[in-house]
Each structure stands twice: as C-alpha cells, then as structure tokens.
C-alpha cells in the first residue's frame, strides 16, 4: 500500500533563504510522485511531478525535488525563498491501479518572513 | 484548454438540511473526476471518484453521495449535513488513462452550524 508522511506541518524560513520540504513515501509498485502547493481559500495547483524519468525534476516558480529511492524520499527545495511562496504544499503519490487515485500527505504550511 | 469549474464558492448551510455541489470539466471528454474534502490539519481525503458516466467509487462511506450524470458533470450531494460535514471540498480531473495529473477546481467552502 502507498502512503506519504511530510516531515513538518510548519515551517518559517526568511526571505532569500533555503526551503526544504520533506516529504517520504512508502510504495510497493515504482511511484509517480507529485508536489501540489495550495494558497488560501484556493484549489491545489501543480508544482511539480516524478514519474520514473530524471531523478531531479524542477517545476515551477524556482521549485524543484529529487527523488531518491533509497532513502524513499522526495523532498521540495527552492534556494531562495519569496515572500510570494508562504502557501501550504501537499506532497502525494499515486495509487497502483489505473484509476490515477492520489494519496496526499497532510501537508506542510509555508511562512515566509521579511 | 481544460478548465474545471465549482459551484458554489462558499456555503453555509444549517445541520440536517440537503447539500448539492456541482464541478463540471470544460475542454475534455471521458474525464476521471474526484470528490476530495479538506479538513483542518488533516490534509486531503478522497471521497468519491469516477472514470464514466454514471460511475461512482465510494473510498469513505459517510452520509454523502455523488453523481454523474453527463461525461464532465459531477455531483456531491447530501440529505442531511452533519457538523463533521463542514470544511473545503475540492473536486479534480484527469485523462482517462489514469496516469495523467489531477488537475483541481477552485474548491467550495462549506460550513455547516
């Protein structure tokens, strides 16, 4: 069975400093793994995705994850953080089976201090 | 391009009233369509999903129902909301093929007093 855990329901960094995100999966099929950032009051909008082709995927706004399999972890990096980033970040990976059924982590509460 | 519509926004509802949230899909056809509701501090659980019409996986039984009765319309509906109802209920497509990102809709906020 697949599940995600995400290290973190909050984190503070400052502006122009590193974030990390961690995120672990634990999946008995080769995972398709996604990262999904949600603002306030709006839906889950794509950040970025691994589905078995490079390891280190980079999406957008300066986001990017590598995926390491031994240590069954996707972690979210950006280098410099922006005031414009404080959001919530789901990490999920998808179900086995056809149906593209997602299972999300509880997600991890962006702050971003000036 | 594909666009996912919901409908309503925001709603405020009393307890033991009748619920129907509507999501339709624009720009696709035979789309897998989802029910994901969001509570507090517990992230995003799968409700209902559906890969046709008139097609409906339950992964949580509860007292909500869905529906869909045309290929890029899908339904969550009630009879009688629970307090426990309340929260952020967001609905979500993909291709056919299952493999392909969920893409979400804008989500409806439901308060149930």
């Known amino acids: 069975a697949q599940s995600v855990t995400q290290l973190g329901s909050h984190v503070s960094v400052s502006e122009g400093a590193l974030v990390l995100l961690r995120c672990n999966y634990s999946?008995?099929?080769?995972?398709?793994l996604f990262w999904y950032v949600q603002y306030p009051n709006q839906g889950l909008q794509l950040l970025l995705k691994y589905t078995s082709a490079a390891t280190l995927v980079k999406g957008i706004n300066g986001f990017e994850a590598e995926f390491k399999k031994s240590e069954t972890s996707f972690h979210l990096t950006k280098p410099s953080a922006h005031m414009s980033d404080a959001a919530e970040y789901f990490c999920a990976v998808r179900k086995g089976g056809s149906q593209g059924n997602l299972i999300f982590g509880k997600g991890t509460k962006l702050s971003v201090k000036p | 391009s594909q666009t996912i519509h919901q409908w309503p926004a925001t709603l405020v509802q009393p307890v033991g009233s009748p619920l129907s949230l509507e999501c339709t899909v624009e720009g696709t056809s035979n789309p897998n369509l989802y029910w994901y509701r969001q509570a507090a501090g517990r992230g995003l659980q799968l409700l209902f999903y559906s890969v046709g019409i008139g097609q409906i996986s339950s992964e949580v039984p509860q007292n909500l129902s869905a529906s869909r009765p045309q290929d890029r319309q899908f339904i969550l509906s009630s009879k009688k909301l629970l307090l426990s109802d309340s929260g952020f209920y967001l609905c979500?497509?993909?291709?056919?093929?299952?493999?392909?990102?969920?893409?979400f809709g804008p989500g409806t906020r439901l308060t149930v007093l």
């Open positions: 999946s008995s099929v080769p995972p398709y």
């Open positions: 979500a497509w993909n291709r056919d093929s299952g493999r392909d990102t969920q893409y």
